[in-house]
């Protein structure tokens, strides 16, 4: 078992910036590529970004490419999500999940599939 918490989520104006973290226990976190996702009111999940087990490979949905950094410390078994230049439909509960394959988690289709998930953070853009 892999537990995941996230924290750091809030409510920042457009424009603003936020690092979410994603704390993991129990089994070996740098066995496990890290996801994070995101469910806005009334939406489906979405993929957010993604990082490969040992931090090399990134990928990023394109209505956040350049904006968000995916990233990891397998030291201190967490990862991170520094968030800049929030637009208000960044708004959602952000949502850490893993699993051992990369690629699962790059095309899932809203996270299906994943091995464990966080709880979520609830993330507020206000314009």
């Known amino acids: 078992q892999v537990r995941l918490v996230e924290s750091g989520g809030g409510l920042v104006q457009a424009g603003g910036s936020l690092r979410l973290s994603c704390a993991a226990s129990?089994?070996?976190?740098?066995?496990?590529?890290m996801g994070w996702f995101r469910q806005a009111p009334g939406k489906e999940r979405e993929f957010v970004a993604a990082?490969?087990?040992?931090?090399?490979?990134?990928s990023y949905a394109d209505s956040v490419k350049g904006r968000f950094t995916i990233s990891r410390d397998n030291a201190d078994n967490t990862g991170y999500l520094q968030m800049n230049t929030l637009k208000p439909e960044d708004t959602a509960v952000y949502y850490c999940?893993?699993?051992?394959?990369?690629?699962?988690?790059?095309?899932?289709?809203?996270?299906?599939?994943?091995?464990?998930w966080g709880k979520g953070t609830l993330v507020t853009v206000s314009s």
């Open positions: 999940a893993a699993h051992t394959s990369y690629s699962i988690i790059v095309y899932s289709k809203g996270g299906s599939g994943m091995d464990y």
């Open positions: 129990g089994r070996t976190f740098s066995n496990y590529a």
């Open positions: 990082i490969s087990r040992g931090g090399v490979s990134t």
